[in-house]
């Protein structure tokens, strides 16, 4: 077990000194970037799409799409006309800073103010790897129930907002938001959360208000 | 990155080693076993109550409980009486033999007949890891939506039953059971599938029925 933890330790190491390489080139390009993490179907291509719908007329935007194989969401992305770069990851259950940088290297960052990075569904190990993003954002669905901060905290303390989405299927679920808010704020305190329904549209334009203050400290 | 896939294998390699001896304990003990897998919310706890409240007239029943960390599931599982053992994998984002190895020396064996293992929510990394058990069974929420076998493969192709819960709320999505089913099937033919609402328990007489049929084969 030893020679795996000094693997473990070697393989984070490695992926955060090629975090802070994609930081400093971001920066320097001054590309506003957000890694979308959260459970599958709980709505990270869903947000991007809406976000982007809001803002793209303001902002510049650009995609990067972490799948474990097939690119169906850089197909429903790209009918958004935003630059998409699609990573599979060939197994891998999130994406790390390298493959970051590879398709970093296939944008032309001069002309990007926002770029999305969704990663994996997973709720679990994508909050492990830093890509460089200047916010992490997590998407919950309110499906998943109100058990989810306590039973994954990692993902609620690494992320500066929580997106819970499905809030329009609210009236047929026994699952109290105001429950998984408070749970989520327990583990972090300093979390926005932004209740919304990606399919309705409630709740994007105080969200993308938001990322629009945030990306103007840039 | 040859070390690092190195380690893999040889982690890999250990983990069928110590599944193989599992598998003889259980079929010594005439224990069924059954690894229940899916996303965060997909509903595996709830079809692990919902199948044993059908069965546990009829068959003694236990359950290793599977999370990073806390007890939630376990308590709720501890009210239907049936034997609970916790397993905390502290970030790990799933299940290995080697804990089931440890769980399974705090039960008695001789009086189980079918012992449930809930793994950690997570759509991807449980699928690479055998414990020792007879069956895999996975849950999917509809509210997942209907790429989800098409982007998760190896958890479709992995398993011998998919779970397809909270058919309740399909008045209410744009999602289509019958599309995830024709998805599903391409990947792995021989799955079997259930739709089931464990909110309403449409659908878990039938899926209990599979269930004691394909105990009876132990």
Redesign the interface.
Known sequence: MS??IK?IKK?FAANEKIAEENAAVLEENQVFTVNIMG???SGKTSLIENTTLNLKDKLKIAVIEG????S?DAERLNRLNVEVVQINTG?A?HLNSSMIQSALSSLNLKTIDLLFIEN??????PAEFLLGERLRIMTL?L???E??P?????MFTKCEALVLN?M??AP???VNPEIIKKEAQKINPKLEIFPVSC?RGDGIKEFSEWLKKKISTL
Do not use: M, R
């Open positions: 020679e795996k693997v393989i459970s599958p179907g799948d474990i194989q097939g169906l197994g259950c994996v569904g997973n709720l679990v190990c669905s499906t998943e129930g058990d989810k306590q039973k994954y905290p990692l499905k329009d299927l047929f679920l026994s399919t």
